[in-house]
């Protein structure tokens, strides 16, 4: 009797079997693939994290971003037979023998995503809209491109089938925390994958899902939310593994735990703002949390940071870092006339540091792009 197969269920993506060797190098030479994805600003990060949605799931943890057109495009062509170099703007280019590249390095994810399927003789170009290290989820946007560009080039010349963006996004999120070595969260890989203005609710196992997604505002009005944000960058790379570790040690020492079921209120109440466009409320609680955040991590701003938070609630916005803060971006949210008279405000405060400006917004729609 031949022995059972597993059948691949209709519309799933197509699994990587560790029995089926693949030419990476003669695909690629027969043409290279570009993906794309969107970076995100948020608000509740952090409650992503499993260390946290988990003891708190029965208060409905959720966590809400906005996807900007500020994308990370990552790029495969072909390369030496048995190598994998990755080339990214902000970082020195690496190349390595593929069953030696390391992981603990500044492009060590990209080399992680690469031996997850068991690719070499590929070169890895990453091409990002936003500054490096600039706290908008650009690694993790970068992991999700390059797993939907691996998945799109084993599918040439077979026939189409559907690669949602919920298998991706999870994929690209377990490769990341398991060569991390912390506890990772789901946002940037699902702003990446989806796009849009979205509540992530957080779900805990034995369900078949971890999150639920609803759009707080449909694609309709994603225009229309544009003059209601400003994003800045402050001109400092950002670090979230030091801020987020002292979050997960002192939440997993009881601390501060009345302080997360606040913040995890603010987020619920912010996602409610959203959905009903009311960008006074949005922003009144988007400054408590901030406010939140201060007091359990002072350095979560800088000098900077703390000039352009003052001087969004002089103007009625409310502001916030991206991220864990501690560097890269920050946002601010309210109503039009506001935000109006908020953008010279910031503009000069950011005049004042080298590198630090105003980055374009544009909400983007749409997660992944596909090109060759």
Known sequence: ???????????????VHADMPFDWQ???????????????????GTLDIRTFSYPLRHLGPCTANIALDLRTTVRLAPHARGRVKVSSRGFKSADF??????????????????????????????ESDSPPRSALGGSSVAAVALVRAFMEIRRRGRS??????????????????????????????????????????WLTLPRAQVFRREALIPRSGLRG????????????????????????????????????VDILACTQRFADALRRRDFDGAAA?????TDI????????????????????????CGARFTGAGGGGCLWAIGAANAVAQLRPVWQDILAE???????EVRVSGHGLKISS
């Open 1 to 15: 009797m031949s022995a059972l197969r597993p059948t691949r269920r209709a519309g799933a993506p197509e699994a």
């Open 26 to 44: 003669k695909a690629l030479e027969e043409g290279s693939i570009a993906v794309s994805a969107p970076c995100r600003v948020d608000m509740g």
């Open 97 to 126: 023998p593929a069953d030696r590249a390391p992981f603990r390095h500044p492009l060590g994810l990209m080399f992680a995503t690469a031996a997850f399927f068991n690719a070499q003789g590929v070169h890895i170009q990453v």
């Open 160 to 201: 189409p089938a559907a690669v949602d963006g919920r298998s991706v996004a999870l994929l690209a999120h377990a490769i990341e925390e398991s060569v991390a070595g912390v506890p990772c969260g789901y946002q940037d890989q699902l702003a990446a994958a989806f796009g849009g203005v979205h509540a992530w609710h």
């Open 225 to 260: 939310l544009e003059p209601h944000l400003l994003v800045a960058y402050a001109g400092v790379p950002h670090e979230s593994s030091d801020i987020n570790s002292r979050w997960v040690q002192q939440f997993l020492l009881g601390r501060f735990r009345s302080e997360w």
């Open 285 to 289: 609680v988007m400054n408590r949390e």
């Open 293 to 316: 955040r201060r007091r359990m991590t002072p350095d979560v701003l800088d000098r900077l940071g703390r000039r352009l938070t003052a001087a969004a609630r002089r103007c009625g």
């Open 353 to 359: 540091r080298r590198r630090a400006h105003l980055l």
